[in-house]
């Protein structure tokens, strides 16, 4: 579904993203693995098109969309759930939902949309008239997750899913993406500090190291890996 190729990033006259190359098989949980300031949320704010590349592509569904404004983007299904949730804090929870769904045009698809965000994260209905601002972490990462997803993607992105929760929230967060992606067959692209978390449930995944490509392969092999035990698990 996605390639990306030779991607090379600057912020100034510092090099982010030295040239990786990988790719997100569609129907697959992708992860994008490293330490902080490796490249991960570069990568993904690349791809949202947030941030442009200096060098290379950025290919999905076979068309490139390197150079694609970030609302192209966003209609061709690729959806950022960005990292520290950047809800909008005085708006309600149903407000935030329909900010998602800007993109939409027919009223009856964004209510259809809306039910299913509910059904997945029942805390929301209760919640849906509440100011996002006054929510728990965890209720604020799932009111983002599912702003995300009133957008319809076919390739969901999200930058560190887990970060700030505690651990029974944050495998809370974990089993609905697992649930997205083998019940609604959504693909997805996964940066994540857990690591132990995120190779549990990914098919695939990735290391990045200092804007590198180093490590890949499948989620249960990289768990079973002494250098990456050693390096990103604590073990």
């Not at 090379?8 to 982010?16: D, F, K, R, S, W």
């Not at 704010?45 to 969309?65: P, Q, V």
């Not at 079973?224 to 698990?233: D, G």
């Amino acid at each position: 579904m996605l390639k990306i190729e030779g991607l090379e990033v600057y912020y100034g006259y510092v090099m982010a993203l030295k040239g990786i190359t990988f790719q997100v098989k569609e129907k697959t949980i992708t992860a994008l693995l490293g330490a902080n300031g490796a490249g991960k949320s570069t990568t993904l704010n690349t791809i949202s098109g947030l941030i442009r590349a200096k060098r290379g592509k950025i290919i999905y569904k076979e068309k490139e969309m390197t150079h694609e404004d970030s609302s192209r983007i966003v209609k061709a299904g690729i959806v950022q759930c960005p990292e520290g949730r950047m809800l909008f804090p005085s708006l309600t929870v149903k407000e935030n939902l329909l900010a998602g769904a800007y993109n939409q045009t027919k009223r009856t698809s964004v209510l259809e949309d809306m039910e299913d965000v509910l059904k997945l994260f029942p805390i929301l209905s209760e919640r849906r008239k509440q100011m996002a601002g006054t929510l728990s972490g965890g209720e604020q990462q799932m009111l983002a997750i599912g702003r995300a997803l009133m957008a319809s993607p076919q390739l969901l992105m999200l930058d560190e899913p887990s970060l700030g929760l505690a651990p029974k929230i944050a495998e809370q967060i974990f089993d609905r993406l697992i649930m997205l992606n083998k019940e609604r067959d959504l693909t997805i692209l996964l940066v994540e500090q857990n690591a132990n978390a995120a190779l549990a449930i990914c098919d695939y995944a990735y290391i990045l190291e200092t804007g590198k490509m180093g490590l890949s392969g499948k989620g249960k092999d990289l768990l079973q890996n002494p250098l990456v035990r050693q390096k990103y698990l604590g073990a």
